[in-house]
């Protein structure tokens, strides 16, 4: 049986897909991802920094965190001045692992005194959810 051109292009395709998507990381330490690193210090307007930082509070990669962060920031980010608007991007953009900052959060590791802060202070506190509010991600918008 003949097969097509088009068909066998598709199974060409396939087979480099499988090839270059290979489960294959013997060298590659899989437990420890980083953040792309963001330059918290560059100059924008507040309010394209809290828009951007809701954004970034609530895709983070790591469910747990996109949950405590983007319901934090939807409740406090607004209210920020600049300087607890700045310590906060400081706080989710240079840590290079979310897993730290979870940890943090849920004090299961010392926060490191650059980011023992008022803005970690809030967030320990909302991580404990006193109120057993029912915690939903808010929409992007």
Do not use: C
């Amino acid at each position: 049986m003949l097969r097509s051109p088009s068909r066998l292009a598709a199974n060409l395709i396939r087979k480099v897909q499988a090839a270059s998507f290979s489960s294959n990381t013997n060298d590659v330490d899989t437990t420890y991802m980083e953040i792309p690193v963001y330059d918290v210090e560059k100059p924008q307007p507040l309010d394209v920094r809290k828009a951007r930082l809701h954004y970034q509070s609530r895709k983070r990669g790591m469910l747990e965190n996109d949950l405590l962060l983007s319901t934090f920031a939807k409740k406090y980010l607004d209210s920020f001045n600049e300087n607890q608007t700045m310590m906060y991007d400081r706080l989710i953009n240079s840590p290079s692992n979310d897993w730290d900052i979870f940890h943090w959060i849920v004090e299961k590791k010392p926060t490191p005194k650059e980011f023992d802060n008022e803005i970690m202070d809030m967030l320990k506190k909302h991580a404990k959810n006193e109120d057993r509010e029912a915690l939903t991600q808010p929409p992007l918008y």
